[in-house]
Structure formats: structure tokens, C-alpha cells
């Protein structure tokens, strides 16, 4: 709204009465223009923060040279792999081999639309905004089976279907953990969601879902999300050892860098979607001014994303990479009857215990 009064007040500061359509078209554009701008940036500075972290844990220094302790790193490898050559091998399917990272960077991009940063601030805030974001991600994986196809390689080839096998398995037990989430919220919407886990005593995190008996979903969702970002781990599709670079091994300059963006993105939208879920989202953990006023919303949606960013990253730099019959055992013999006997339990809490508590 504040963003339509925007640019109704603008265009009445050049004489023109703006018609409502078209300041609601002008304020969705300028939101969608600066979440993409801020999601590219952040990438930036979450994949400095990874490098650092994983530098600090084996007691090195990381990025240190370009800029105040290397904080441009990451921008100087972006204009890098600008003015790189695109080259395409000559068996592949030129077509395919470049439509397939435009297709993953696009399906990463377009997630974020139901995701909210603070109360009222999202772009779509839809009745089902966790099935469409469960469609979305689910499409993730055409990006990387179409660029391992068509790269013409059989290194790529078996990178796509380890993926392929790999994204599949782990969906299930995320989508079971999301009904949980479900059940107790009572609502696909997200914000919905949030608002199911807010609390009028002081301790404002009481009610988060995090607290409640659907804390072992959060470490399902967290272990989940690392196998299905292919985040190590579980980065068995780019096992360097095995499969060279995974299924971007034919790829470089631009179009390497727009997996890498869609790669980093996702694993913020995750984070995200977990601070949403069992954190409590936008939601300050203690109800006591100032800590509670609404603006400061984004701060501690952004606080939670980070922190569990950090938890991802530290299990990269600590945890060894699994085999693929302990990553496919883990995810159909483990996760997937846990989720599953959870979502009973969860619905048996919901119906019959909670109302009388």
C-alpha cells in the first residue's frame, strides 16, 4: 500500500491523476525490481560468508585480499565469468544447454514470490502460497536433467540422474514436514502460518512452532533441504572425485554463473522457508518494546534466515560427504516413515489433545 500512495502522490506531484490499476502495477513492479536486486546482492554476501566460515573452521583466512578482508571476492569472480568465453561443446544441444540454466535461475527467482518479509510485505500473498511454492521447487530439477542431457556428457549425464534421484527422494519427507506445519497452523498460507505461532506474553518465541512437538520436522526440513540444495554433505551430483564438476561440468561464464546464483538462492529460500515455518518468521522473539515494533519485522526475519544459513555452512565445513547408499538409505528408510508417523501424531495432537490443554 505504502508503495501505490508512492506513486499515486508522485504522479499527482507532475499533475496526472494515476488510476488505481496502475499504481498497484507500479508498486508490484518496483517490489519485484528490488527483491531481485537485494536476493542478487544477498547472494553475494552469503557466498563470502560461506567462504569465511568454511576458511575460520580449518583455521585459514579466506577471501582477505580484494577489498577491506576480501568483501568484493565475490563481486570480482561475477565480472569474471562476464567477460569469460561461453563455450558450448560441439555434440550438445545448443538449445537445451542454454535454456537449462535460464530455467533453473527463473524457478528460483519466481519462488520468492509468496515468501513474507515482514507483515504485509510480499508480493503474492496467496491462499495456497506453500503448494505453489511446493510446485515450484519441485520443478527445480528440470534445470539440472536438461543441462546434464544436453551438455552430451556422461559425467553430466549421471550428475542429472544422481540429482534427479536425489531431489525426488528428500521432496517426500519436506512435504510431509510441511503438513505438519500445516495441521498446526490450519492454513496453506504462509503468512497464516506466522500469524498461528504469535504469542501476547512476553516470551514471544513460546509459541513458535520450533518449541512444540514439531521440533524433530525442523531437523528433518534442515538435513532436507541440504540434500535437496545438494549442499555438502549431500553434494553427491558434484562429487569431484567421481563426476569432475557434477552436471555443469561443460558449462562456463555466464551461464555457470547463473547455476551458481540459482544454487545460492534456493538455499536462502530454504533457510527462509525454515524461519517461517518453526521460527516464527517476522515475529520477535520477545514481546517488550522496542524489540516488538512492527518495522522490526524484517530484522528478525533476516536475523533467523542468517543464523540458519550459518548452520548450513557449518555442516558443510564440518560433516564428511555421505555415499549414495547412506544418502538414499537416510532419506526413504529414515526421514520418509518419521515425517510420515509424525504428520499422524501431529493430526491426533491437533483434533483430540490441544483443544483440551
Known amino acids: 500500500m505504502a508503495l501505490i500512495q508512492f506513486w499515486t502522490w508522485l504522479f499527482a506531484k507532475l499533475g496526472v ?9 507500479l508498486s508490484q513492479a518496483t517490489f519485484i525490481v528490488l527483491l ?3 536476493l542478487m546482492l544477498s547472494v553475494a554476501v552469503v557466498i563470502l560468508a560461506d567462504r569465511k566460515i568454511w576458511a575460520a573452521v580449518q583455521m585459514r583466512r579466506g577471501p582477505n585480499v580484494v577489498g577491506p578482508f576480501g568483501i568484493l571476492q565475490t563481486i570480482a569472480d561475477a565480472l569474471k565469468f562476464f567477460f569469460k568465453e561461453v563455450i558450448i561443446p560441439a555434440g550438445a544441444n545448443k538449445v537445451l544447454f542454454l535454456l537449462a540454466p535460464v530455467v533453473s535461475v527463473a524457478l528460483a527467482f519466481i519462488a520468492w514470490a509468496v515468501i513474507p518479509f515482514n507483515k504485509g510485505w510480499v508480493i503474492a500473498d496467496i491462499n495456497v502460497g506453500i503448494l505453489y511454492l511446493f510446485a515450484v521447487s519441485s520443478l527445480g ?14 559425467y553430466a549425464f549421471l550428475s542429472a540422474l544422481r540429482a534427479a534421484a536425489q531431489m525426488v527422494s528428500y521432496e517426500v519427507s519436506i512435504g510431509f514436514v510441511m503438513i505438519t506445519v500445516l495441521l498446526f497452523a490450519g492454513s496453506l498460507n504462509i503468512s497464516q502460518i506466522v500469524h498461528a505461532q504469535e504469542s501476547t506474553g512476553v516470551l514471544g518465541l513460546a509459541h513458535w512452532n520450533v518449541f512444540t512437538i514439531l521440533f524433530p520436522m525442523l531437523i528433518i526440513f534442515f538435513v532436507s533441504s541440504l540434500a535437496e540444495t545438494q549442499r555438502p554433505p549431500f553434494d553427491l551430483l558434484e562429487a569431484e572425485s567421481e563426476l569432475v564438476a557434477g552436471f555443469f561440468v561443460e558449462y562456463s561464464s555466464g551461464p555457470f554463473l547463473l547455476f551458481f546464483l540459482a544454487e545460492y538462492m534456493n538455499v536462502i529460500m530454504l533457510c527462509a522457508m525454515m524461519s517461517i515455518l518453526f521460527l516464527g518468521g517476522w515475529l520477535s522473539p520477545i514481546n517488550i518494546f ?3 515494533i512492527p518495522v522490526l519485522g524484517i530484522f528478525w526475519f533476516l536475523a533467523k534466515t542468517a543464523f540458519l544459513f550459518f548452520m548450513m555452512a557449518m555442516v558443510k565445513a564440518m560433516v564428511p560427504r555421505y555415499r549414495y547408499d547412506q544418502l538414499m538409505r537416510l532419506g526413504w528408510k529414515i526421514f520418509l516413515p518419521t515425517s510420515l508417523i509424525w504428520v499422524v501424531l501431529t493430526a491426533v495432537w491437533v483434533a483430540f489433545i490441544r483443544p483440551h490443554l
Open 17 to 25: 491523476a494515476l488510476p488505481y490499476g496502475w499504481g498497484w502495477f
Open 290 to 292: 522496542p524489540f516488538n
Open 36 to 38: 531481485c536486486l537485494v
Open 141 to 154: 530439477v528440470y534445470g539440472t536433467v536438461m543441462a546434464g542431457w544436453a551438455s552430451n556428457s556422461k
